[in-house]
Every structure is written in structure tokens, then in C-alpha cells.
């Protein structure tokens, strides 16, 4: 590759890469964006309006994400039987007696995960920023709430996040961009059931549009924000940060562009990174570099740059990359409701309980969590699936239960902390490659008796809550115990104040090698009690670009 004079080059275009991006463009600062994926054409590329919109979920142009691999998890004890995954159909999802691995669900191109996530817009509570020093676990955030709330604001205008009116756990200095949305029928079933049993629900904050905005219609409530959406009134990074930098002039992206390497030089720089793209093997010189890859291939990444100058990988100097891996703890029962609520309508994830979101809510367990209506998020939208996992038979028969029932399942989903623990880490495969001849990453993911107690205590209230809607049957069941499958994980490349206690600075920059920061879920010290992660780490991200930006004009770097 020809050197273009990059003031930055960014790795991965998901929400850190992002809205980085889009803050340093808008700064008149050269940026090259390169991502391993490819470019979705929401239009185009989204099946909603096709016959076969429910055979699959989100359609991924780049299915075999071959840079990961999960280790053997461990056992499963008969004693928590009660939280396996099961259907009354088929039975056990799981027939082994250990933790099986499924996804680590991501999506590889512009946009990253956002172009599949649901669309929940949270800001982290302020009490899981202090976990070690109000709990003594985990971590503290070596950046307080208060300094973050100015980006939390940029991000949430950009995106067009809809929000209610208050939000005691997490304090605001102006309301949100958009109006709520109201909750569809079946949701009102579930905010009734809720405040039967002393549960408060709330409306989410949805980055989808509650009105026209910023050239973008509302959202016509089809339900299948994770199976892209064709409208844009969802605010994946694809059609807000990332089309709005393009429009800057200031960046440029290239897409299907793998990094290989980042090469470490003398006096504690980055020289160059080499990438992969269709023409083959390129290298670019840059005064900064930010990696945007997600906490599995963020790591991964620094983990194979090692060479003379970073013997144990770059940025590992604390010996932390890799180290302290969180995943997002998930619970979801469905049941049948007696009465026709269309739930297969409305926008997902509408409605929220944080009653239990802060990290000492739930007794005798430390770490929170959230509850709320989950329908799509169990890909209970469509006949195809209820026929093969609602309603049971053949025939007449099924087609009968078939008529009663579509439109009546109400699906209770939760989502809990997980704290970090010594067994649980990404590292390098000493034997398997990717089709690049790079070494795979190792998912180590493992549930302490806390996370289970905390998985536990999710699975009954679910239930609760169910039972509370008049669901007299529940027909499926699945969670986190006996399966390894996230979306959100955190905490690889952890940020602090302490060098020798952390990867990064506040900022996401290394405490030694200063032309290089990091800007995703990577950094974070804890994972919240339940909340989604994307638009903290587009803050984050935000704050990231100012910094680099003081650097740049300082010439520091």
C-alpha cells in the first residue's frame, strides 16, 4: 500500500472504532479506518421483505469467524439441574454433563455487533464503576461517571437514542434526543405482571427512532431489529458515526482489510502495522493507532504482535492482556400466555426492570441485574418457529394448536453481571491457526458458585414474573449455565491508574507504548448489572479521540 499521510489508523469499525472515528474526522484529522469485514447495504442486504425472512437471524456475509476457539468448560452439577436449557419438545439443548460451548456472537463488518444488537442505548450505574471499592471485587473505573456523562450525551444525540424521563441510577444533565416509546400490548401484560410482584418496569432507552430523525424515519415496530435493519431508524454505527465521518471527507475506510500485526519499534512506539487485503500484504506508518477489534480479537492482536522490543506481546507489560474476560450472564424462559397478544409485534426490548441492576440488589450475591421482555431476542417472531419449538404434534392437530397459540408466547429474558475470576481469560492456541497462519484465540470462560448463585436467582425471577402474566406453562428455557454464548464480553485489556495493575490509562492509551490506544468493551473493569455495553463504549470512545486529538496538537505524538 501506497503511505497516504494517516494521522491515525483505526482497527475495526464497531462501536469504538466507530464513533472514534467520527470524532477525530470531525476534527480535520486524517483517519484510515480499515476493517476485517465487509460493508452491509441496509437496503439491499436485509431480508425482512423476503419469504424466507424467518430462516435465518442476521444475514452475515462472513459466517466463519475461524480466529476463536473455547476451551473444555467445566462441569455441571446435578444440583442445578433447574437451570439447564431445555424444550419441551426436544428436551435438553444440552445432553452433557459439562458446559458446552455455542457463539460468541459477533458480526464482522462495518458496523460490527450493532448491526445485529437489539438497540439497547445504557449508561453504566454508577455503583458498578466502584466495584472494588464499594464491594472490594473486581475493579474500580479509573473514570467516574460524571466525567463520562458529557459523551454519553454526544453519543446518544448522534445515534437518536429514545428514552424516559428519568433514571434515578444513572443521573442526566438534559433529557434524552427522543421521546419513549410506548410499550406494545404485550409488554403492558408484562409492566402489570411486574408491578404485582414489586417490580418496576420502565420504559428502555432504545437507540431506535421514536420519531423521524436526523434523515432517518421512526421505527414501523416489525420487531426484528436483530436481523438488521433495512429502515435505518436503527442507530447501528454503520448509518450514524461512521456515515456521518465518511461525510467529513477526513476518513477513509477500507473494508476486508485483516490486521496481521502491529510492529513494535524503539522508544516505545508503534512502527507500522501490516494488514491483509484483496491485493495482498500491506503496511502503513501512522502517528497513532487505535484498536477497535472487540475484547477477543483486541487482545489476540497484541498477543501475536510480540517481537524484540515487547517480548510478551504488545501492551502486555503488566502481564493483564487476555486476562480478567467477563461475559454478560443470560437467562431467558418463554411461555404461553391464554390470550392472543400479538407479542410477535412491536419494538423489542421496550420495556426494563433495574430493580435488581445495582451490584448489592440481589441477596446474598454481588453483582446485578436487569429484566425485561425478550421475544425477539428468543427469535419467537415467526410460524417457523413456533411450530418446530412452541407448539408440538402433526397434522390437524398441530395446525389447530398452531392457530391458538402463534402470537401468545411471552418470552422474560435477564441479563447479569459476571465478575472476573482467574479462570476465565483469553490466550493464544499453541496448535490451531487461521486461514492467515496466525494462532486462534482461546475463549477460557468459567462460572464461579457467585454466577451461578446470581444465574439462579435470574432463572426464578423470571418465573416470577411469567406466572405473574398468567402463563401457566412455561415450554423452553435456556441460559448461561450450561452454555457458553454471549454477545457482550469485556474486560481483556482492563483500564486503570495503576500500570501494574491494567493495560491501559483512562484514555484506553498503554502506559508504555504512547502512539497506541484501544477504544472497546476491552478496557472495561466491570460489566455492569445488566447493562448493554455500546453505547459506554462509544463514550468512551469519544474521549478517547478528544485525548488523541490534545496529543496530536501538542505534538506529543
Known sequence: ?????????????????????????????KVLLLEAGPAYNPVKDYQLDQVQWEHGLFPDKKPDHDFYTVSSLQSLSKSRDHLRSRNHITGLYNTSDKRQPYLYHHVSGVGGSTLHFTGEAHRMNLSSMQMLSQFNVGADWPVSYQTLEPYYQQAEKLIGVAGPEQDIYRPRSAPYPLPAHSFSYASQKIA?????????????????????????????????????????????VDVTFIRKALATGNLELQTESTVLNLVAGAEDQIKHLIFKNKQGI?????????????????????????????????????????????????????????????SQRGLPADLISWDYNLPDAIPGVIGGCRFGSTVSEANLLGPINYAARVVSGWGKQHQQKMKESYGNVISIGAIGEQLSNPKSFVSLHKHQKDKNGLAKAVINSYLTEMDINRLDFMANKTREILKATGVHDIFEEYGSYDFFSSTHVFGTCRMGNNKEQSVVNSFGQSHRWKNLFIADASVFPSTGGGESPSLTIEALAIRTAEKIKELLIKRVL
Open 282 to 342: 500491506q503496511q502503513v506508518k501512522t502517528r497513532v493507532i487505535v484498536i477497535a477489534a472487540g475484547a477477543i480479537q483486541t487482545p489476540r492482536l497484541l498477543l501475536l504482535s510480540e517481537n524484540q522490543y515487547a517480548a510478551d506481546g504488545l501492551a502486555n507489560e503488566s502481564g493483564l492482556v487476555g486476562k480478567n474476560f467477563m461475559e454478560t450472564l443470560a437467562w431467558i424462559s418463554n411461555g404461553i400466555h391464554p390470550e392472543n397478544i400479538a
Open 1 to 29: 500500500m501506497k503511505n497516504t499521510d494517516f494521522d491515525v489508523v483505526m482497527v475495526g469499525a464497531g462501536a469504538g472504532g466507530g464513533a472514534c472515528a467520527w470524532s477525530l474526522s470531525h476534527a480535520g484529522i
Open 192 to 236: 402489570m405482571a411486574m408491578t404485582k410482584i414489586g417490580l418496576t418496569a420502565k420504559a428502555n432507552a432504545r437507540a431506535a427512532l421514536s420519531i423521524p430523525y436526523d434523515n432517518r424515519p421512526a421505527c414501523n415496530y416489525c420487531a426484528n431489529c436483530n436481523r438488521g435493519c433495512p429502515r435505518t431508524d436503527k442507530g447501528s
